[in-house]
């Protein structure tokens, strides 16, 4: 039997840009696609399957979900994607479109590269790699070192060339893209935005399309249906790893995470409150989960994405469901994780 090649949509881009929130409108709007979507979380509880999952909408459908949790999907291609991938590719109700969510942490390329083996490239193409950046998080120069040390012009001229571990992740994952999601423009003015874009343009490839948006809102049609075939075009979307050690496996060790459960104690305040002053005492790059409120029907989901922390009743709890507060967090290593603990856990011991 013959199949045409399953178009794939790569999304990557760094930790909280929006890349659950593209996914989630690519899902809404699918207009009758059946789409399989592959999500890769860095941390041990994932969290964005199901925030998808807890949608309620029937286009997030729990089969057509498949989680890959055990952190880089860059380095776990062979033993996790692959098998996956074969794995959507045996099924009878073959899907339209894939949708490859990459943890933010992941370098596209190892996956990338992944889709010139032969079981895979006979039956899938890269549709299109699309990398989310986060409008508001650049503007304010979270790419850069020493962030307070530096006033708001210099980051900004200086986010892209550092050194540093975020700068050159943000990087590979630009240089990979074929389309820029420009994310959360409704968190800068007009010339921010403007000076964000200018920065980027610099240091993607030629020819990159850079797409503004806010809350993922993006045309689906113009965001799958890009074909790229980008596994035939590698040229230019090299990483440093790769630039540097001929490809070489790369290291994670710059960043760490763990997980932390709570009881269920405090108010929603006092636990936002908590949450926004561990993150501003041991620069948290990420914070997310699902929380526990005396006398709430419903989870609250927390999102936090540096100094912003957002938080919101997604479900109501199901019957059996453990009620306890759990929450992933992510930095450059070494993490204060022991310091991180006990700052969280004082706000529900003392409620
Ligand atoms: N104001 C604003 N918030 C946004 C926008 N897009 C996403 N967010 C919020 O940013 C937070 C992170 O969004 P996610 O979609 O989970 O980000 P992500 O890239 O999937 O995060 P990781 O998978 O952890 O890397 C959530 O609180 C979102 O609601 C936007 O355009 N504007």
Redesign the pocket.
Known sequence: MSHSKIPTTVIT??????????VRHILANAKGKRIALIIN?FGDIGV?KD?LAGCGDETCREEDMIELANGCICCTVADDFIPTMKAILARPDRPDHIVI?T??LALPQPLIRAFNWPEIKAEVTIDGVVT?ADA?ALAEGRFASNEEEVDAQRRLDEMLDHDTPLGELFEDQMVAADMIVL?????VDAAALEAVEAELREHMRQGTKIVR????HVDTMALLGLGMSTEDNLEGRESHHELEHDGEGHEHDDFDSFSVTLPSGPGRDQLLAAISETIAAHDVL?L?GFAAIPGAKARLAI?A?GPRV?AYFDREWKEGEDRVTRLVVIGESPLARDEIETSLKKVAQAA
């Open positions: 881009g760094f930790l909280g840009a929006g890349k659950t929130t593209l979380e964005d925030v969510e943890s933010g989310v508001a994310n959360k423009t409704d968190l948006a806010a809350n993922g990420r997310k999102q994405v957002n």
